[in-house]
């Protein structure tokens, strides 16, 4: 459908991959170097190392798999069944708004607040 639209999307989702990439080799760093403790050399040395695991995982892991999993034709598919939902609930809450909007006149509102 939209070229612009899916590299939106596309872009999107690579770097919230990158973003995960890049965190979880945060998280593993912190706790490698808490749990061994390390001296200051040692841990700019697996913070380094960890560094280009990241890249190297974004390179080639996080932008193939977003290629991949992102396609044009898949994101035309999810967008228009997204769509499809999204008008079929609409439609069912107009429906239910006229359905209450007839039957409010029916209801005495005095009797919602008797003891039966």
Known sequence: MSARRNFFI???GTVAGDFAVGFTMAV???WVIEAAALGLFLSFL??????????ALSQYVVHPVATVVLSDRKLDDGIAA?????RSASDAA???WRWVQQHHADLDPSAL???R
């Open 113 to 115: 607040y008797t003891w």
């Open 10 to 12: 596309r872009t999107v």
């Open 82 to 86: 997204v769509d499809a939902a999204a």
């Open 94 to 96: 107009q429906r239910l």
């Open 28 to 30: 593993a760093c912190t």
């Open 46 to 55: 697996l913070w380094l190392l960890a560094l280009m695991i990241s890249l």
